[in-house]
């Protein structure tokens, strides 16, 4: 069983934690009804626990270890051990009133990961963006909140974006259509000190950010912005996640994970190499 260690955060955990009881059960022959009704619930139940999409009862993984086999006391307090970490909720749980239940995963999985790709067709990325640009998004997009609502989102942002003052944070990629970087979100002076702030994070080594531009025409990836996480532990598979308009897609297939790879490795090759955003960036800044 692995062990937490830096960049791990309770959501990558409980889905570590479901993969490996998936396996468990799977090497048992042991089916999903079966599993459920020994802990006195449902296939469905288990199916959310393998997903890690749900907190776990040490009662109830004591219960299925021992349905599945394992009965060496190192190798099950390992487990229940994980089970307690897992279950500690993240910083972001003070926003859960805000947060979409579909997007509190992503949240937790951005906190956990060690690599971060990702492809935006329509805003600068959530992780790049200025709080002035952030405001303009939310009020954008939330008709009907209150003011303290929409600073509260714009807290949750910002708040985000700490992930790269970590020593331990993530390699972060991003490939921006250029529609996104001469949509006028919030006016002309708020895109100006949206692309300045760009061009200022691409000092991090850590960032890196290429544009895809309207002059290469149709390619890969016109079915929509997704993004592609890793994370530090090789027994969790990589996570693409496709947001839609009022719930998101979780893929960790290997088939799926590498048919987003393919893409973003095209969208790369594609795209303005680092040199070349930065003059793009700058010559659409001045466009403003």
């Not at 390992?78 to 009133?97: C, I, K, Q, S, Y």
């Not at 600068?124 to 002035?132: A, D, S």
């Not at 609502?149 to 259509?177: C, H, M, N, T």
């Not at 200022?200 to 544009?211: A, K, N």
Request: net charge negative.
């Amino acid at each position: 069983m692995t062990q937490n260690q830096p960049g791990s955060g309770p959501t990558a955990l409980r889905i570590l934690l479901g993969s490996q009881l998936r396996k468990l059960r799977e090497s048992k022959g042991v089916s999903r009804e079966e599993a459920g009704h020994l802990i006195r619930g449902s296939e469905s139940k288990i199916s959310r626990m393998e997903l890690g999409r749900v907190g776990f009862k040490e009662r109830d993984v004591a219960d299925l270890l021992t349905l599945y086999g394992v009965t060496d006391d190192e190798a099950r307090g390992a487990v229940l051990d994980l089970v307690a970490t897992a279950n500690e909720p993240g910083w972001w749980h003070r926003f859960n009133d805000i947060l979409p239940t579909w997007f509190q995963a992503y949240v937790g999985l951005e906190e956990a990961a060690t690599r971060i790709r990702t492809y935006e067709v329509q805003f600068v990325p959530g992780l790049l963006q200025t709080k002035e640009y952030a405001r303009a998004v939310v009020t954008a997009g939330s008709a009907g909140l209150s003011p303290d609502e929409i600073s509260r989102r714009v807290d949750l942002r910002l708040e985000r974006q700490r992930l790269f003052d970590k020593p331990d944070g993530p390699i972060f990629w991003a490939v921006i259509d250029e529609a996104a970087l001469r949509r006028p979100i919030g006016g002309a002076e708020v895109m100006r000190a949206q692309i300045e702030h760009l061009i200022d994070l691409m000092r991090q080594p850590s960032i890196t950010i290429q544009v895809m531009p309207f002059s290469f025409g149709g390619h890969s990836a016109e079915g929509g912005a997704f993004a592609i996480l890793r994370f530090p532990d090789n027994d969790l598979p990589d996570v693409v996640y496709v947001e839609q308009l009022a719930s998101a897609l979780y893929l960790d297939k290997r088939e799926d994970v590498d048919r987003y790879s393919e893409v973003m490795e095209r969208l790369c090759a594609v795209s303005t190499t680092p040199d070349e955003t930065v003059e793009l960036l700058r010559t659409i800044a001045d466009e403003f």
